[in-house]
Every structure is written in C-alpha cells, then in structure tokens.
C-alpha cells in the first residue's frame, strides 16, 4: 500500500512542494517543529534509507545540502537540525524514507537530547571492532 509521501508525490494528496526533480522532492511538513520545516523525501518508496537505489542514495548529499541552505536563508535561522528516524523503534511514523529539516535558532527551546550510555571497561573497543566487520 502507497504511503502517504507516495500520495502527495502521486498528486493524490495535496502538498506544498518546495522541490521536485527526478529521484527527490521536498515538502513542508505539516506538523511543523519550526516554520518552513521541510521533509526531503525520495521518489522511490523504501522504509530505510539503506534499501533506496544507488542512484538515489547518491544524489541526497546535493538535495540535503541545497535544502539546509534554503532552511536557513528562508527562515533566518543560524542552524538547522537534520533528522532521520530509520525505522519504526527510531520513531519513524511513515514507511517511506525522508529527513526533515528545520529551522533553529539560539534559546528557541527546542532540544533534541538523549540519556547518553557510557561504555562499560572494554566495550567502546569490542564495539568499533563489530561495526568494522558490519562494515565489511
């Protein structure tokens, strides 16, 4: 079943597009963290962004970076935050890769923070060697 950002890319939904090219569009999110909040979004339809063509993949560092900038020349905004959520346990609501891209600016109260978890004696070294053999 098409997700939602496969209806709006489709026409079938209405959304305001701020880009759309051959494998990428952006639209302003409709839940807002910020104005001129945005969702970059791929035309080809995978939960993850690790399933998404090469082609694709290969085009997002130009879409992201044009986006970041047309965020913060738009809004006046110092900074942006990029946000993927990979994945359903990664808070992801739609099945449909994206990233969102906002707007912020010093002492807007917004924070995204986490409870860091500290490597117990050892692990930092066993993990960065199980993600050099992912890597591979």
């Not at 999110?29 to 080809?44: K, Y």
């Not at 993850?48 to 905004?77: I, Q, Y």
Request: glycine share 6%; aromatic share 8%.
């Amino acid at each position: 079943m098409p997700s939602i950002f496969s209806k709006i890319l489709a026409g079938q939904i209405p959304g305001q597009f701020v880009f759309r090219d051959e494998l990428w569009a952006a639209v302003l999110d409709i839940r807002p963290v910020s104005p001129g909040h945005a969702l970059l979004i791929p035309l080809h339809e995978a939960q993850h962004l690790a399933e998404l063509p090469a082609p694709t993949l290969a085009a997002l560092g130009d879409r992201l970076a044009r986006l970041t900038v047309a965020v913060k020349t738009a809004s006046g905004a110092p900074a942006v935050n990029v946000v993927v959520n990979d994945g359903p346990a990664a808070g992801q609501e739609v099945p449909h890769a994206h990233l969102h891209v906002f707007a912020r600016f010093p002492d807007d109260g917004k924070r995204l923070s986490w409870p860091a978890t500290p490597y117990a004696d050892g692990e930092l070294t066993r993990w960065a060697e199980r993600l050099r053999a992912a890597w591979r």
